[in-house]
């Protein structure tokens, strides 16, 4: 096997420290060398978390940015989210590949540009959007079937991190980037409110995306609800699917034709349709395995950068999910001007 890439993590807030730690259970992968933050405090989390997860190597604490891709083959951008492209422009120019959590970046121009920069230094560039690998989605993935609608809800209570960013691009952004990923076709209309409750910026926020297709996404979104959840239901001929991308689970529910005068199980549930076959509705319960979601995108995130894997949420999707996510907040604003 060859040797580890090596690889810093910018950014050590709460989320950038997570990285951090799932890069320690991927030594085989990845060669954790450092981290870049230019507060203090970021660097006595990380030594604090370090010591008392006993890890065999505390990263160390780079000055610079510079001095951290000089060291490196590889980053993942964990900051707020304007410095994305400032960031990530200087990671690609310096030739490293680039892991950059979602949104990809603060504005579409900037998303634009970097596939130009992407291009011409022939690297890697990831998004982060994890729920591609929740194991509850990964154990429905098999079971979707052209899917015709989709709704989803995620639901998370106050919590005072990230207020000055809506949650369409932090919290729908996710669902967002899920439908474009298993329906067909290109958006063709976005309809969408929302309202602010605590902050300035929206809270709570509701979206239509529909497309060429004719396939359908109802989205809705809350970072201000009493209990989380998320959820996402996906809608196809003869089968429902229900994903609890919190509690990693899911249940398949499809229908089967039923032979005429085939003997019937006392305790199966079946449907009498007047001109059609017999129907039985089977329930099934797909295997979720224990992983966790972030350590698997970024072992991902490996086999792109050593070329054994095409990448498998590249920077066209977190483009994609933006350019919606943008289009969300328009029409989101659109609806809270007053009409003259």
Known sequence: MSSPLRIGVIGAGHLGRIHLRCLQSLPELWDTVGFFDPDDAAMVAVKTMATEGQWPRAPLAF????????????????TPTPMHARIAELVLACGVHCFIE?????????????????????????????????????AARAHLDAPRFIEAHRLAPFNPRGLDVPVVMDLM???IDLALHVLEGEVSRVAANGVAVVGDSVDIANARLEFTSGAVANLTASRVSINPMRKVRLFQ???????????????????????????????????DVPGRAA???????????????????????????????????????????????????QRIEQSLTPST
């Open 63 to 78: 000055p610079t940015v510079e001095a951290l891709l000089d060291a490196v083959d590889a980053v993942a951008i964990v």
């Open 102 to 138: 979602k949104p990809v970046t603060h504005h579409l121009a900037e998303a634009q540009a970097l596939v130009a920069a992407r291009d011409a230094a022939q690297r890697v560039v990831q998004v982060g959007h994890v729920e591609r690998f929740n194991p509850a989605f990964e």
């Open 173 to 175: 952004i996710h669902d």
């Open 237 to 271: 001929p003869d089968a429902y699917l229900s994903v609890d991308l919190l509690n990693r689970s899911a249940q398949v529910m499809h229908l089967e034709d039923v032979s005429e005068g085939a003997e019937r199980d006392p305790f199966g549930l079946y449907l």
């Open 279 to 329: 129907r039985r509705l089977h329930i099934d319960e797909p295997q979720v395995e224990a992983s966790n979601a972030i350590a698997d995108e970024l072992a991902d995130f490996h086999a792109a950068c050593t070329g054994r894997a095409a990448c498998r949420v590249p920077l066209e999707d977190g483009l994609a999910a933006l350019r919606v996510a943008t289009e969300v907040m």
